[in-house]
C-alpha cells in the first residue's frame, strides 16, 4: 500500500524536556532581552525555529562516534574519517576542517578579498556579506527577478542571474572579481533551490572568464533533492550523486557543516588549487589549528563524517522537504503571505504583507517575530531591514529587498504535533494583524546587527 503519510523516519531515544510558559511570563523575557529574541535564555522557548544550524538532533550513529573520536593532535583517525568522506563528496583534493562555516569564510575570503575587489552571489548570506566587507570588498547579489517576488511560483527561485553575472563581470573586470559565490540553497532568499542548468552556465561564464567559482553548500543535500524532483534530466540519479555533480562545477566549497551534515558543530573550507590551499592553510594554522583539526574535536570530525552520509538518504530528505512544506502549505491555506514555493530548510513568511500598516523602517519583519513569542513561545528571525538594512548619509534606513521572517526548522528535532501547534498560532496572529505595531532601533554594533541589537515598541 502506498501511505499519504509521510512519517518521521526514526525513533525517540532521547528526549529534551520542553518548559512551558505563559503569555505573562514571556512578555518579561521579551522585554528584558530588549525584543531581540537572539537575546533569549533557550530555556524560555517552547519552538525554537531560530535556525537550523546546529541544531540537529544527532543519530545513535553519530552518538557512538563521539565515543570514538581520536582526540590526537596530529594525524587524527577521525580526521582521516572526515577527509575521506568530504573528498569522496566534493571532489576536491585539499580539505581545511573549521570550527564553523564563518572560519572557513573568514580565511578564503580574507585571503581574496580586500578593497578594489568584488564578490558576486546570488545572495550572500550575513557572515558571509560580513567576511567580505571586512576585508575591504564589496559583496553583490543577483538573484533571479522572480527570487524576489514572494508568491511567484518558480521551481529555481535561488538561481543567479546570468546576464548580469556576465555584465558585471565586464564591468569592474575579471581580475577584480574576488569570487563569484553560489549559495545552495538560497538561504537569504528564502531558502530556495539552485537548478543544475543555472550551476552550469555559471561555472562557464566563469571559466570563460577566469574567474573562481565557490559553492556556499551547507544546504547542498536539500538543495540536490529539489533537483531530482524538479530538473528532468536528474530525475534517476541519486541526491548525493546530483550533490557531486555541482561540486564537479566548483573551484571550491564552503560549508558549514551545522546544517546538512547533521552535527551541532563544524566547517570545511575545500579546495581544488594547490597554491590557494597552502595560503588558506596557513591562516588556517594561524587563528583555527592544525591541518588535522581545525578548530574542532575529533568527536565533532568523526559525528561530521558520519552525519554527510545519514544525509543523503532518500527517506530523510523526503521526510525533510515534505515537512517543511506541510507547514508552509498550512500556513498559507490559512492566508499567511509565506515565500512560495516552500523551501528546503524553512518557511518564510512575508511581514510586509502580513503587516502592511507598518513602514519598513519601523521593521515589520521584527514585529512579527515578537508576537510568535509572545503568543506561544516560538522564536524565530526576521530577515529584512533588521538583517541587511543599511544607513545613507542622512541616517535614513536603506530597506532589504524583503520583509521575511524565517521559521528555520531544526533536522529530527520536532514532530508532526509540534507544527500543528505553530500553524495554531498562526491563525491568530492573522487575526490580530491590523492592531499589531512596530519597533525602532534604540542601540546596534557596527556589524550584525541583528545578533545584539535593542529595540523598543512603537
Ligand atoms: N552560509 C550560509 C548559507 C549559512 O546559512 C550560514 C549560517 C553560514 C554560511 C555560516 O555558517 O553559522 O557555521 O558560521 N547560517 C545560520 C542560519 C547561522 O541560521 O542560517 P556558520
Not at 15 to 28: D, L, N
Not at 195 to 209: D, G, P, Q, V
Not at 230 to 248: D, P, T
Not at 323 to 335: D, V
Request: aromatic letters at 8%.
Amino acid at each position: 500500500m502506498k501511505h499519504k503519510t509521510i512519517i518521521e523516519p526514526f525513533k525517540i531515544k532521547s528526549v529534551e524536556p520542553i518548559k512551558m510558559t505563559t503569555e505573562e511570563e514571556r512578555m518579561i523575557y521579551l522585554k528584558a532581552a530588549h525584543y531581540n529574541p537572539f537575546l533569549l535564555e533557550s530555556k524560555h522557548v517552547i519552538i525554537d525555529f531560530l535556525t537550523d544550524s546546529g541544531t540537529s538532533a544527532m543519530s545513535a550513529e553519530q552518538w557512538a562516534g563521539i565515543m570514538r573520536g581520536d582526540e590526537s593532535y596530529a594525524g587524527s583517525v577521525s580526521w582521516k574519517n572526515m577527509e575521506t568522506e568530504v573528498t569522496s563528496l566534493t571532489g576536491m583534493p585539499f580539505i581545511l576542517p573549521t570550527h564553523q562555516g564563518r572560519a572557513a569564510e573568514r580565511i578564503i575570503y580574507s585571503h581574496l578579498g580586500g578593497k578594489e575587489k568584488t564578490f558576486i552571489s546570488n545572495t550572500h548570506f550575513d557572515t558571509t556579506r560580513a567576511n567580505i566587507e571586512f576585508s575591504g570588498a564589496e559583496a553583490i547579489d543577483i538573484v533571479i527577478d522572480e527570487g524576489k517576488d514572494t508568491s511567484l511560483i518558480h521551481p529555481f527561485k535561488g538561481n543567479m542571474n546570468l546576464e548580469k553575472l556576465s555584465q558585471i563581470i565586464k564591468d569592474k573586470g575579471a581580475e577584480n572579481i574576488g569570487a563569484v559565490i553560489l549559495t545552495v540553497t538560497n538561504n537569504s532568499g528564502g531558502g530556495q533551490p539552485v537548478s543544475m542548468e543555472n550551476a552550469i552556465a555559471i561555472s562557464e561564464i566563469c571559466k570563460a572568464n577566469k574567474v573562481l567559482l565557490l559553492l556556499d553548500c551547507c544546504r547542498i543535500a536539500e538543495n540536490s533533492y529539489f533537483i531530482k524532483m524538479r530538473e528532468k534530466a536528474y530525475a534517476n540519479k541519486s541526491s548525493r550523486e546530483i550533490a557531486q555533480a555541482m561540486f564537479a562545477l566548483a573551484d571550491g566549497a564552503v560549508m558549514s557543516a551545522k546544517k546538512d551534515a547533521l552535527v551541532n558543530m563544524g566547517g570545511f573550507l575545500a579546495l581544488r588549487d594547490k597554491a590557494l590551499a597552502d595560503a588558506c592553510t596557513n591562516l588556517l594554522i594561524i587563528t583555527e589549528g592544525f591541518t588535522t583539526y581545525g578548530g574542532l574535536s575529533g568527536r565533532d570530525m568523526e559525528a561530521l563524517a558520519i552525519g554527510l552520509q545519514e544525509i543523503f538518504d532518500p527517506h530523510y530528505l523526503e521526510y525533510r522537504i515534505k515537512s517543511t512544506t506541510y507547514l508552509g502549505e498550512h500556513l498559507h491555506k490559512l492566508g499567511i503571505p509565506v515565500m512560495l514555493p516552500i523551501g528546503g530548510h524553512a518557511v518564510y513568511v512575508d511581514a510586509k504583507k502580513l503587516y502592511p500598516h507598518i513602514p519598513v523602517d519601523q521593521y515589520p519583519g521584527q514585529a512579527l517575530v515578537c508576537e510568535l513569542y509572545l503568543k506561544a513561545g516560538i522564536r524565530t528571525v526576521e530577515i529584512g531591514s533588521v538583517m541587511f538594512g543599511k544607513y545613507d548619509d542622512d541616517h535614513d534606513l536603506i530597506p532589504a529587498n524583503m520583509e521575511l521572517v524565517r521559521l528555520a526548522i531544526p533536522r529530527r528535532v520536532y514532530t508532526q504535533s509540534h507544527i500543528e501547534y505553530v500553524i495554531e498560532t498562526f491563525a491568530e496572529i492573522l487575526q490580530d494583524a491590523p492592531k499589531i505595531k512596530g519597533y525602532k532601533i534604540t542601540q546596534e554594533p557596527q556589524y550584525l546587527r541583528h545578533f545584539t541589537a535593542h529595540f523598543e515598541k512603537l
